[in-house]
């Protein structure tokens, strides 16, 4: 909108919240909506907020626009439990209920968060005050994992209620499939730990794609996954922390500056030299390069031009496309591009002899290609490279049961029902690992056999 302004768009007139922002907003919900049957469009916040109010109103002109029965409402609110009263509360859901109506906006349906089952009285007392009928507010309750939630508004008949109200063809329903995959998440065989070490781990949510990417490598291999988040900084002086020696894998993930770098790549080291599974993603190989010209190659002031702007050892610098550039905005590589790998590599083992790949990138730094040929010598494998050579997508150590890093973002990829063959490859590594671990750790393996004469 800013660059309409700029280009003169708008003919001088003065830009405004109604109509230019909310025409804004509704272009782009109707943009993504090419060769698909149902777009699904989330407004966050809280009902009420004032940064909410454009698009709310943006909603609520769209559905005039293009008519009720190609619209839908759904309004998401708290049914909080009172431990006090031993009740649960339809106060909030009125009152939020309320406050969309002042705006212009009814909700179709009500799905109503609980903790606990939404007894029948309430949901007729509900649907009362929400102007709806009583099959219209759906329990959205807590269930054991995010992957079981489409089967419980299954069971509460949400989707035949937004087919009758999109006016849609109703099918035979089949969730064979999903039912298993959520049967194979909550009753596991195998159960395996994986260390990530970041400097965001209080707030695991930062790393929300790649905790579900696990889960899904997870999937394929009939394991839970239990994430144990290690922070960096805690490595970074002379101790170790204790779970760094009890997790199957290691993982350094995505990060931005300095903080925390030199515990990730002592985690590294630690990983490389102990032969645990080890994944470095994004800044997470950065960091593995950096050890690596370190500690085997012998570059002991190696670093990043991230980290130290006037290094002259820097095996990780700013992309050269895009030196000179200092907006934030505007230094990142963005979107999907092809990587050619290796023959002969783990990598192109994993991607199933794939001669090459597409991803997704989101970075503003290279391995400098500079420092290639000692890195190379002394046994790293750039095990992937962008069709035209200039930029290192994946490393590995061919000597090492698993230690790969990639530049990309595998994560934004995976799926439940398709998990991304990176971390399919890594979790089962993790889990060889930790079976190789208790062997070594059982009582058979202590007793001292007798040499035959």
Known sequence: MINKERRGDYLGKTVQVIPHITDEIKEKMIRVADDYDVVIVEIGG??????????????????????????????????????????????????SV??????????????????????????KKIALFCNVDPRQVIAARDVPTIYEVPLMFCREGLDDILLELLTLPHYDRDLSRWESLV?????????????????????????????????????????????????????????????????????VPIGFGPRGTEGKIRAIRYAREHRVPFFGICLGMQCLVIEYARNVCGIKDA?????????DMAVIYK?????????????????????????????????????????????????????????KEHGLVISGLSPDGKFVEMVELPDHPWYLGCQFHPEYKSKPTEPHPLFVSYIAAALGHQRERQAAESPEAQVPVAAEV
């Not at 309320?98 to 949901?123: N, T, W, Y």
């Not at 990530?196 to 949510?205: C, F, Q, R, T």
Request: with cysteine; glycine share 8%; charged share 30%.
């Open 46 to 95: 809280t009902v009420g907020d004032i940064e909410s109010l454009p698009f709310l109103e943006a909603i609520r002109q769209f559905r005039q626009e293009i008519g009720r029965g190609n619209a839908v409402n759904i309004h998401l609110t708290l049914v909080p439990y009172i431990a006090a009263a031993d009740e649960l509360k339809t106060k909030p859901t009125q009152h």
């Open 98 to 123: 309320r406050e969309l109506r002042e705006i212009g906006i009814s909700a179709d349906i009500v799905l109503c968060r609980v903790d606990r089952a939404l007894p029948e009285d309430m949901k």
């Open 183 to 251: 049967a194979r998440i909550k009753n596991p065989h195998n159960r395996v730990r994986v260390g990530i070490v970041g400097k965001y781990v209080e707030l695991p949510d930062a790393y929300k794609s790649l905790n579900e990417a696990l889960v899904h490598g997870g999937i394929a291999n009939d394991a839970s996954v239990e994430l144990v988040y290690i922070d960096a900084e805690e490595l970074e002086g002379g101790g170790w922390p204790r779970e760094l020696f009890e997790v199957d894998s290691l993982l």
């Open 303 to 311: 670093t990043s031009s991230e980290f130290d702007p006037e290094t």
């Open 319 to 375: 992309l050269r496309d895009l030196l000179g550039v200092e907006e934030m905005g505007g230094t990142m590589r963005l979107g999907a591009y092809p990587c050619r790998l290796q023959e002969g590599t783990l990598a192109r083992r994993i991607y199933g002899g794939a001669a090459e790949i597409r991803e997704r990138h989101r970075h503003r730094y290279e391995v400098n290609q500079k420092f290639l040929p000692a890195l």
